[in-house]
């Protein structure tokens, strides 16, 4: 059995022991957080650079493709102008269908020049939004489309109310009802419905409102709804093959994730049409 002072003396170097360790462990702790510190400047410096190389990248593309469009810009515009008057002066039915089929292609070139130039415009521009009203943008589309609607058998319902606000870049919202309907409208051969509809809707981000256009066209598979904003997607590439340069619905895809919102597709199926929803913030 251990005298008092022996036991005295056995806790006090225990004692000094667990110090030693506690001391040891502090300085491990300490080395384990200089170590963190400097892994995150290097982290936070190799995010800064790679933010930066990646902007480079994106500034060096959209310059390529100004260059791009501008130099196929050049030829197509006299050829699109000029060719009709060619036309006119061609007696042979055969020639003339050869040059409809130039027209149609110089013409489609043009649109794929306009549409890409716009994408890369997109991708560094700056969204202004101020208050507008819904349905007054919705009414500018539809007397835009009011003669095509009538000629393709088309009819619209807009069941938006007069009440709704929405901030907004004007011109660009209607550039996405725009693609919208031009879609819907190509997708009802025979004529059909187009239905127009907004409800308010608040989300973790803030107040949105949720824009609904839906058609009775010829409807999307469930691969297709998943590739629809894809660029250059065709959900029918076995005709219309220079109707669309698809592009429409990833311009519109970019001009809703400006305003903060969010866009995406339903359908049923082949020939039960589409539904293309997508959400910008109201006022």
Known sequence: MLSATEYQKKLEEEL????????????????????????NRNLEQKVIDRTLEAKRLLLH????????????????????????????????????????????????IKRVVKNTQEIAELNTTDFYLKR???ADILKNLIGKYD??????????????????FVKTEKDRLLKVFDHITSNSVNSMLNGGTLS???NRMEQKTGNFVRVSVSDTGTGLSGDQVSHIFD????????????????????????????????????????DKGVTIHFTVPSD
């Open 16 to 39: 000094k022991a667990k110090n030693t360790e506690i001391e040891e462990l502090k300085k491990r702790l300490s080395e384990t957080e200089s170590m963190l510190n400097e892994l």
């Open 61 to 108: 593309i959209n310059k390529f493709i100004d260059h791009l469009s501008h130099d196929l810009g050049t030829p197509i515009t006299p050829l699109v102008t000029l060719l009709p008057f060619i036309k006119e002066d061609v007696s042979d039915p055969k020639t003339k269908e050869l040059i409809d089929t130039c027209i149609r292609s110089a013409e489609y």
């Open 132 to 134: 507008e009203n819904l």
């Open 147 to 164: 003669i095509v609607f009538k000629s393709c058998n088309i009819k619209v319902e807009t069941l938006i109310p007069q009440d709704v």
């Open 196 to 198: 127009f509809k907004a």
């Open 231 to 270: 660029e250059f997607y065709k959900a029918d590439e076995s005709r219309h093959k220079l109707d669309s340069t698809g592009l429409g619905l990833s311009i519109c895809k970019r001009i809703v994730e400006k305003h903060g919102g969010h866009i995406w597709a339903e359908s049923l199926g082949r």
